[in-house]
């Protein structure tokens, strides 16, 4: 009833009557469609179009307004991106962000999103049904892609866009620890296979990004040896900034939001005085939470009410198994009598739920052994303590532990090293946080996000397909990926001793599924 009359109302107030309105519709245009817009002929723009436009009765469609024509950035994100994500999801989300004024982003996403982020468009893509993924593509002027992206979507490879390689997370080294315990035939398949991956990618990107200067280093040699490092990309920029340039990780352009309280005052073993210790983020397999539970004891003799805070404890993403170092940590805090005293573990946090608790936190955590992806690594969740102005206890050897030492940041300590620990983190909390905080202002405004962004901004707005493009991918049309036996016999004995049968044989059907979504190769 209520709607009846609303709809009475407004037909009184209407001008021209029902029977009016439906003769207007009997001299449209002509509706001749080619791929959703008027296939025009020089007839039809004389005889309808012209003299609607002069008569000033036209306006512009929406495809084509201003805020359209800005350049089309797809992000092809590897992981989740929702209310609970790790870094990689993180940073792509803040990243889009601080583009969005200036272009026009789109995130494809492998799982659907809660997530409503004004000027995002986030749009989910199926491995096995990529039908929706390649429209998107076709679309796109720019196509960000990292990982293994180019193998199960090869048809990113063969687009017109643009195409940006993402180099920030060094996968080539972190899985050299990732795999150490398998059976060493088993670690030289997946390493050969993901070796060649990396190639897949630097033999296909038009431009390239990374997390720091030692990264790019690095990548430059990865390039170096699959021949992109010619004259050609050397004439169109002699400092290769044009071919590699670093985006890594920053800070939000505001201040961490304290939306509710996470835990100090709520949770019965935080009380309102205690100083939270936090590791902010996953416990993988590569890290060292070990060194740090058996600091913990002394530290605690000293100061009482620290609490010691572990996120991570799975990653957010169900595909992810735990890692090993997670149930050790877990382990090691039961045997010293503190799991759930003053050693709290959480599977994980919303994004805005942990954002609060970096506002609550007193310090934080980042400790890893030493080796080789350590030189090379940016760890995410250093820069989230960073934003949160936290003093920083981390270990020597990253990029991120030079910042703290140079800045005054925090402390820095050898790895493994469990007396160095237990001093460095005692003597960081017999200071209050708010004496580290105006150590930190020289160093925000160099690390916002709309500062870290610029070389891919400039890119996306006034970049070109690299100087080598059409060399570099005739002389690679081949390349082969390595997905031959030996690798799918690596990767399921890794899957079956990690994850059980149930995962392997859900993995061998979703493999399955994604083979027989693939075109035929030329020439089968």
């Known amino acids: 009833p209520g709607l009846r009359r609303e709809r009475q109302n407004l037909t009184k107030k209407r001008s021209v009557a029902t029977p009016e309105l439906f003769s207007l519709q009997q001299n449209l245009p002509e509706t001749n469609i080619w ?213 890594g990780v920053g800070f939000p352009d505001r201040e961490p939001h304290h939306h509710r309280p996470i835990l100090r005052g709520i949770h019965t073993q935080v009380p309102d005085e205690s100083r939270i ?71 994980w946090l919303s994004v805005a739920d942990r954002e609060a608790l970096l506002c609550e ?25 960073f934003w949160a102005r936290l003093p920083v206890l981390v270990t020597e050897g990253d990029v991120t532990s030079q910042w703290v030492s140079e800045q005054g940041l925090g402390k820095v300590v050898p790895a493994l090293d469990e007396q160095a620990v237990a001093s460095a983190l005692t003597a960081i909390l017999d200071r209050p946080k708010t004496d580290w905080s105006t150590a930190y202002e020289p160093f925000m405004s160099q690390h916002r996000w709309s500062k870290v962004v610029e070389p891919l901004r400039d890119y996306c707005l006034d970049g070109q397909v690299a100087a080598d493009r059409d060399l570099i991918r005739s002389n690679s049309s081949s390349i082969s990926t390595g997905r031959g036996w030996r690798w799918l016999w690596g990767r399921a004995r890794y899957i079956l001793r990690k994850e059980g049968i149930k995962a392997l044989i859900h993995r061998i059907w979703r493999y399955t599924q994604w083979r027989l979504s693939q075109p035929p190769r030329a020439g089968k």
């Open 35 to 247: 791929h959703a817009l008027p296939e025009l002929t020089w007839d039809l723009v004389s005889s309808t179009y012209l003299p609607l436009i002069l008569a000033g009765k036209t306006r512009p469609m929406p495809d084509f307004s201003a805020f359209h024509l800005q350049p089309r950035f797809l992000i092809i994100s590897n992981d989740i991106i929702d209310e609970k994500m790790a870094g990689p999801g993180i940073r792509y989300l803040e990243m889009a962000r601080a583009l969005s004024g200036s272009i026009y982003v789109t995130i494809a996403v492998p799982a659907k999103t809660k997530l409503e982020v004004p000027g995002l468009r986030f749009v989910p893509y199926s491995r096995e049904h990529p039908a929706k993924l390649v429209e998107m593509v076709r679309e796109a002027d720019v196509v960000l892609v990292s990982g293994d992206m180019l193998e199960k979507f090869p048809f990113v490879r063969s687009a017109n866009s643009r195409l940006v390689g993402d180099l920030y997370d060094p996968t080539v080294l972190e899985n050299l620890h990732y795999y150490a315990a398998e059976p060493l035939d088993n670690q030289q398949a997946l390493n050969q296979h993901n070796v060649e991956l990396t190639n897949l990618l630097l033999r296909s990107g038009d431009f390239f990004i990374c997390g720091n200067e030692r990264q790019r280093d690095f990548w430059l040699g990865f390039l170096a040896a699959n021949g992109r490092v010619n004259p050609l990309n050397f004439q169109q920029d002699a400092s290769l900034r044009a071919l590699i340039d670093l985006v």
């Open 277 to 347: 210790v936090l590791w902010g983020g996953g416990i993988w397999d590569w890290l060292d939470p070990l060194t740090l539970i058996k600091a913990w004891p002394e530290v605690i003799s000293s100061h009482p009410e620290a609490r010691l805070v572990f996120l991570g404890t799975r990653h957010p993403n169900p595909l992810v198994p735990q890692h090993e170092m997670a149930q050790k940590a877990e382990a090691l805090a039961q045997e010293i009598g503190e799991m759930g005293r003053t050693i709290l573990f959480f599977e």
């Open 361 to 385: 936190a007193d310090v934080g955590i980042a400790l890893h052994p030493v080796h080789v992806e350590t030189r090379y690594s940016i760890r995410t969740r250093v820069l989230d303590y």
